[in-house]
């Protein structure tokens, strides 16, 4: 039983069940219920160190991926769904919104989902964590790189850093300053609407003017 193995308590049956079913979920190679236990065990020692709420923390960074569990039949993101799964089975609100504000799209406000926003970043980033073959990484990193370049004004895009940012070079006669904090926005909704990736992915659009000159 995980919630036992994580020492994790009163969480509601159909909460339980739906954690059940991680077991048979994968993330980049990486089993989903196995991150969870992982992470609630992290999460208990990080807040029982910094003052936090242990049970809160322990128990939401169980819960946290619980979304994907019903991702096939419930639209939207698993943590909006997951969240939204803890309100109807009648959690604690503070559970609720750490599960909820694990990613980037909604800001983590109490220090509960703080601790289950880094535990999820170090589980999940550990060496021999997740297994991404190399065909799937160079995917990936392509992937990535189309969609920079499928923005007009694009001179040329680059993936580096494993895959953690994309360095997009514009051309400056087409895209002006205010223009390149636009683009460099959307690209990354484009990103986030269209792929599926661990952690965050810098986007960074240099817009350069070099100036040359000869002294004869």
Wanted: hydrophobic share 40%; net charge negative.
């Amino acid at each position: 039983d995980a919630a036992r193995e994580a020492g994790v308590v009163g969480v509601p049956t159909e909460m339980v069940h739906l954690l059940g079913e991680l077991k048979f979920r994968t993330s980049y190679g990486q089993n989903v219920l196995k991150h969870s236990v992982e992470m609630a065990q992290l999460a208990g020692m990080i807040a029982e160190e910094i003052g936090a709420d242990v049970r809160i923390s322990k128990t939401a960074a169980l819960l946290h991926d619980v979304g994907k569990a019903v991702t096939h039949r419930i639209e939207g993101k698993h943590h909006h769904i997951g969240a939204a799964l803890a309100r109807k089975y009648g959690m604690d609100e503070r559970i609720a919104h750490a599960i909820e504000a694990h990613h980037d799209d909604i800001e983590a406000t109490t220090p509960e989902a703080i601790i289950v926003r880094v535990c999820d970043a170090m589980s999940g980033t550990r060496p021999g964590a997740r297994n991404v073959s190399s065909e799937n990484f160079a995917e990936r990193m392509k992937d990535l790189e189309n969609i920079a370049a499928s923005f007009d004004g694009i001179d040329k895009a680059y993936a580096i850093s494993a895959g953690r940012e994309i360095r997009v070079m514009v051309s400056p006669e087409k895209i002006d300053d205010l223009s390149s904090v636009k683009l460099a926005r959307d690209i990354a909704n484009k990103i986030e609407s269209t792929m599926q990736y661990p952690g965050t992915i810098k986007v960074n659009v240099i817009r350069e003017t070099r100036a040359i000159e000869y002294a004869k």
